[in-house]
């Protein structure tokens, strides 16, 4: 793969974003985190982008980086190749930041338009799982 990205004669990101992948495919984080960093400074086509912030947000834990995962994760696209992939990584990353709750909600929430019928409901509870956290967390005020 290092071969074949060093022979990319494309002008964004592509090999970049294809190094980062093996690399985290093969478990070594910093270095996928640092191809990915590139990745974002050098652009990325419309699917590949799409596909970039759930590959990274999903690295960026390892690196005691939740927050920035967090926030990744929140502002990636939707997108036909993605699905709801942004939103599952993002549910693990709420659910390593202890936000177990807003984690859950997240996870259900991005399974809704998949169920056949039961959607109106499932939103709303998945809805109260934060809903009484903020009622709880205004009381205390």
């Known amino acids: 793969m290092q071969a074949l990205?060093?022979?990319?004669?494309?002008?964004?990101g592509r090999a970049e974003f294809e190094r980062a992948?093996?690399?985290d495919s093969m478990g070594f984080e910093t270095e996928a985190?640092?191809?990915?960093?590139?990745t974002?400074?050098?652009?990325?086509?419309?699917?590949?982008?799409?596909?970039?912030?759930?590959?990274?947000?999903?690295?960026?834990?390892?690196?005691?980086?939740?927050d920035?995962?967090?926030a990744v994760l929140q502002a990636a696209p939707?997108?036909?190749?993605?699905?709801?992939?942004?939103?599952?990584?993002l549910s693990?990353?709420?659910?390593?930041?202890?936000?177990?709750?807003?984690a859950l909600r997240v996870a259900i929430e991005a399974q809704i338009d998949a169920l056949p019928r039961y959607q109106r409901s499932m939103h709303n509870y998945a809805a109260a799982l934060t809903e009484s956290?903020?009622?709880?967390?205004?009381?205390?005020?």
Do not use: F, W
């Open 5 to 12: 990205a060093d022979r990319c004669p494309a002008e964004d």
């Open 21 to 23: 992948g093996m690399y």
């Open 33 to 38: 985190g640092a191809e990915y960093e590139r």
């Open 40 to 66: 974002l400074e050098l652009g990325l086509n419309h699917d590949r982008h799409a596909q970039l912030p759930v590959q990274y947000g999903s690295t960026l834990p390892s690196l005691g980086r939740l």
């Open 68 to 70: 920035e995962a967090i």
């Open 78 to 89: 939707m997108h036909a190749t993605t699905g709801s992939a942004p939103r599952v990584g």
């Open 92 to 102: 693990l990353a709420l659910h390593s930041a202890g936000r177990k709750d807003e």
């Open 133 to 141: 956290a903020t009622s709880d967390e205004s009381a205390k005020r």
